[in-house]
C-alpha cells in the first residue's frame, strides 16, 4: 500500500462543481440523440426505406427488398418507431403520416433537397476545426443556389410558407386588379406561379441569374404555368424589368439593401405595390446558427455577422425611410410568422 492511501482517496471526491450531477455534459448526450436519429433517417433515405413503407412489410421482406441485413434493418426501423418516423402494425413496420408526406420520394411535399442541403451544413461543422483556422468554405454561387438552394427553399415553401404568403397577399387592395407582377431574384418561382393561379388575369416574371432561370423554368414546366416567364440578369448590375403594377421581393441578399431601390421604384408603374418579405429585425439569434452562417460564404456577395444578413442590409425602419425617400410610401407591415414579415409599399402617383 503507499503511504496514506491519497492517490486512491482521490477517486472519492467529486468533481469540484456545485450541483453537479451524472452525465458530465448533458448537451453532449442530447446532441449526441440528434445525430442518431439525422443519421438514421438520411440513411433510410438513401437505402429507399421510406418509398418501400407506403404499405406495411415485415423486416425479412423489407431487408430483402432493400438488400440490406435483416438484424439491422430491424434495429434501424425500431428506432425510428421509437422518434414516431415509422409505425409499428403487428409485426410489420408503415410510413408515419409525416413520413410519407414529407420523404417518400414520390410525395408531392417531399423535403428530400432540404435534407440534401442539411447535410452540406453537417459536413462543414464536421469540418469545423479547419474552417476556424483557414476562413470559410466558399461557394460559387450561382452553381450554389442553382443545385442547392432553390430546391431547398421550394420544398421548404410548398409545405405551407408560399400557402401562407400569397393568401395574405391576395388580399392585399390591388391585387386582383393587378395585370403585371415581377418575382425579383425568384428563383424557383413558385411564389410567380401560385399568384398567377390566385389571380387569372395576371401575368409574372421571374428575375433571377442566368443559371438560376435553368430551375426556375423546371418549375414553370411542371406546373404549367404558361403565364409565367423568365428573364435572366443580376440585380446588382442590371436594369430591373418593367413597368409592372406589383413587384414581390422575398428572403434574397438585397432584401434590406437600399442601394436596389432606386431600381425597384423603376421597375414599379404609378401606383404600383412593392411587397417584400424579409426577416424581422429583432428576433432572438442563436449562436450556434450565427457560426453556421458564417462557415461558408459565395462569390460576389459579403456577408454579415448575423445569420441571413448581409454587409449591407440595413434595420427595416432605415429601409422604410428609404422607400418614401424614392417615392414609394409604406402601407404597412404585415407578420407572417415568427420570424419574417411583409413591408407593403405604393409608388406615387
Known amino acids: 500500500m503507499s503511504g496514506g492511501g491519497a492517490p486512491e482517496r482521490a477517486l472519492l471526491e467529486r468533481p469540484p462543481l456545485e450541483g453537479w450531477s451524472d452525465p458530465p455534459l448533458p448537451c453532449l448526450e442530447e446532441a449526441l440523440a440528434g445525430v442518431r436519429l439525422y443519421h438514421a433517417i438520411v440513411a433510410g433515405l438513401e437505402i429507399g426505406l421510406f418509398d418501400r413503407l407506403a404499405d406495411p412489410m415485415g423486416p425479412g421482406p423489407l431487408a430483402e427488398a432493400l438488400g440490406t441485413r435483416e438484424d439491422l434493418t430491424t434495429l434501424l426501423c425500431d428506432a425510428l418507431v421509437s422518434r414516431g418516423v415509422l409505425v409499428r402494425e403487428g409485426d410489420c413496420y408503415k ?24 447535410r452540406q451544413h453537417v ?16 461557394l460559387r454561387r450561382e452553381e450554389f ?11 421548404h415553401a410548398r409545405c405551407g410558407l408560399l400557402q401562407r ?10 391585387f386582383s386588379e393587378a395585370r403585371t407582377l415581377l418575382d425579383l431574384a425568384g428563383g424557383h418561382g413558385l411564389y410567380a406561379i401560385a399568384f398567377t393561379a390566385l389571380n387569372p388575369r395576371l401575368s409574372a416574371t421571374v428575375f433571377d441569374l442566368p443559371a438560376v432561370t435553368a430551375a426556375t423554368r423546371d418549375f414553370i414546366a411542371r406546373y404549367g ?52 418579405k424579409q426577416g424581422r429585425d429583432g428576433t432572438a439569434s442563436d449562436p450556434f446558427e450565427d457560426l453556421e452562417w458564417n462557415l ?18 440595413v434595420p427595416l425602419a432605415e429601409y422604410h425611410r428609404a422607400l418614401e425617400e424614392h417615392g414609394l410610401t409604406v402601407l404597412g407591415v404585415i407578420p407572417v410568422d415568427e420570424t419574417s414579415e411583409m413591408t407593403v409599399a405604393r409608388k406615387d402617383g
Open 296 to 313: 461558408w460564404t459565395f462569390e460576389g456577395v459579403q456577408k454579415h455577422r448575423s445569420r441571413y444578413t448581409f454587409t449591407h442590409s
Open 225 to 276: 404555368a404558361d403565364r409565367v416567364s423568365v428573364v435572366a440578369g443580376d440585380f446588382n448590375t442590371d436594369p430591373l424589368p418593367g413597368p409592372v403594377d406589383i413587384l414581390y421581393s422575398s428572403s434574397h441578399p438585397g432584401g434590406k439593401d437600399p442601394r436596389l431601390i432606386p431600381k425597384i421604384a423603376a421597375a414599379l408603374g404609378p401606383g404600383g405595390l412593392f411587397i417584400n
Open 145 to 155: 443556389f442553382c443545385r442547392t438552394v432553390i430546391p431547398s427553399m421550394a420544398e
Open 123 to 138: 459536413e462543414r461543422w464536421q469540418d469545423l476545426s479547419r474552417i476556424l483556422r483557414e476562413g470559410p468554405v466558399t
Open 95 to 118: 410510413n408515419s403520416p409525416k413520413a410519407q408526406v414529407f420523404l417518400a420520394k414520390e410525395s408531392t411535399y417531399s423535403i428530400r433537397g432540404m435534407i440534401a442541403f442539411y
Open 165 to 174: 404568403v400569397t393568401s395574405l397577399v391576395a388580399t392585399l387592395p390591388g
